[in-house]
């Protein structure tokens, strides 16, 4: 079949633009390079393609902290509860260019394509590190992904030097007993030092890729009798036992014979293989559906065909426009320590230590009872009858639960969105519009950092309406300390530093106040449900809760913004919830303050507010 038409354009662009050949032999010139024409390879009218998430983390790599980036699809139905395939994508760019951002738009295509969740990797490069140093990093990914999706169907994938480098991954996990490989996905792979076949000669020059480029980038990669190793050189070694296989390969290709060749072999050796050839494309093909409409219909087949092989469905959009359904949540994950943020009102999830789940979460999709981790805003607690004023005006609130009380305020169910990410860091945030019981626009934001010892969280609200505007925050944490049935919480050990309690009757002031000794010691029988102040604080302004029991220790500690502590032992909860963990739920105001203008912080038009609030666990 003769060559796409819409590839000599492209290739004379690159040509006239002096984008060819690939590399000059200065490597970190090289990658810069590279960069930037990956945006000329999507053209002026890319566009990301959505996905429902995109996390970017770092995990312990062999050589120290290794970067990943992880997208979630939205797409596609996964059925009787099985878990989304995960895809661990390996880049390419002749294991010395190429990063998480080249191939962006390559693993959001896989992504949604699958149905899938897709761990790009950011390997080390050659030729500062040369073999076997990205096949490491790489298999170290493998492994991560193993053990944080244990019951996901795993791939392996990559293109051209990363499809060479997924199957020295096959490999290294048969010898080496390691994770279970569901299939390997291999586009236009890498995969013959020597660049012995005839393809090498026919198709190197002109075709984007050439055999000077592949010449410099093993010599990098692998100098000296590294060349030799099976796991970079596979080409008549031993492939038995190795996981399925998909195969793509591109025409005009310098790469195209040992990628054919492979597929012929492990097929010899027993492995199931499916060799998809490529008439009419180039290298790199996977990356260049913006250039040539053919490309995308390969691509698209091909990752039909690992979706056939994983049996499960290969994932297009609706027809007709929907509303987006996920993402649900946010992660972050460091050390042994990770959490989820609800994206239905921006609050904790999730959170756990190894094995200690330290907050009483609740699973993705469920509608927890007491609010545990909730954001509650414009108002904490309760407001009695929902009735308020302020500034002459009567305002009515919808009411609902015991005694017909408006609760806990009105961003319990309201959609978050994902504002900012870092590895360790993700901030949410939304827009309270105004009602007719509460008149005002708020803009909200959570910045959520977590460090491996502790969790930070800031609560940030600006004023984005006309008029001053009052409200109360507060934040909803289930502390969990070991209990593992209904009234366990009675073994942990409580410290508040508070010195006064609200007198309350039902969860509402009475007019009252008491005095109140923290140190409660083992909570024992003790029934707790009181709002709390006069905060005993540290010379660094900060008040510290300490609460300890079978799992470990956990200190919850409050900035100056928080003069209100309250704290609840789950005894009204449902049964199979009740008293397995105590609620220190910090406050800037305390119960019914709407309507009793206590405490309340009154915004003017354009200004903003932050208060911040820390959780510290020691693990027993």
Known sequence: M??????????????????????????????????????????????????????????????????????????????????????????????????????????????????????????????????????????AAVEWAARRWPTAPLVVGGDSAGGGLAAGVAIRARDAGGPVLAAQLLAYPGLDPAQSMPSVEENG?????????????????????????????????????????VVATAEFDPLRDEGDTYAVELAAAGVPVVHLPGPGLVHGYFGLTEVAPAAAVRRAEVLDVVADLLGTPG??????????????????????????????????????????DVLDGYPTGVVPKGRRGGLLLPWPNRLRDGRWSWEGADLQLDTAGPGGHAMHGLLSWQPFDVLSRTQDTVTVGTVLEPRSGYPFRLAVALDYRLDPDRLSVTVRVRNVGTHDAPFGVGMHPYLHVGAEADGDIGLGVLDVPARTSLDVDGGLPTGGRSPFDGAVGRIA???????????????????????SGPAGALELAVDQQWPWLQVYSGDTLPEGQRRRSLAVEPMTCPPNALADDADLVVLPAGQSWAGTWTLIWRPA
């Open 525 to 547: 029988d003790t029934e707790l449900d009181i709002p709390l102040t006069d905060l005993v604080r540290d010379d660094d302004g900060w008040a510290r809760v300490r609460l």
């Open 205 to 245: 020059s002109g075709l984007f890729l050439e055999r000077g480029d592949m010449r410099t980038f093993y010599d990098w990669y692998v100098p000296g009798d590294l060349a030799t190793d099976p796991l970079v050189s596979p080409l008549g070694s031993d492939l038995t036992g190795l996981p399925p296989a």
């Open 315 to 356: 994932a297009t959009p609706d027809a007709e426009p929907w509303p987006t359904t996920e993402p649900l949540g946010a992660w972050l994950e460091r050390g042994d320590a990770r959490v989820a943020v609800d994206l239905r009102g921006g609050g904790l999830r999730r959170l756990a230590v190894g094995d200690w």
């Open 2 to 139: 003769p060559l796409d038409p819409h590839f000599p354009p492209f290739l004379e662009r690159l040509v006239e633009g002096g984008w060819t050949p690939l590399v000059t032999g200065d490597a970190v010139a090289d990658r810069d390079r590279y960069r930037r024409l990956s945006l000329v390879r999507r053209g002026d009218g890319y566009r990301p393609e959505p996905v429902a998430d995109v996390e970017d983390r770092t995990i312990t790599g062999p050589g120290g902290d290794l970067a990943l980036r992880v997208y979630r699809s939205g797409l596609g139905r996964v059925q009787g509860g099985a878990a989304r395939p995960v895809v661990v994508w390996l880049h390419g760019g002749g294991w010395a260019v190429g990063d998480l951002d080249t191939h962006d738009p390559v693993c959001r295509a896989v992504a949604n394509r699958l149905g899938a969740t897709v761990v790009a990797v950011d390997y080390r490069l050659a030729p500062e590190h040369p073999h076997p140093a990205p096949l490491d990093d790489c298999y």
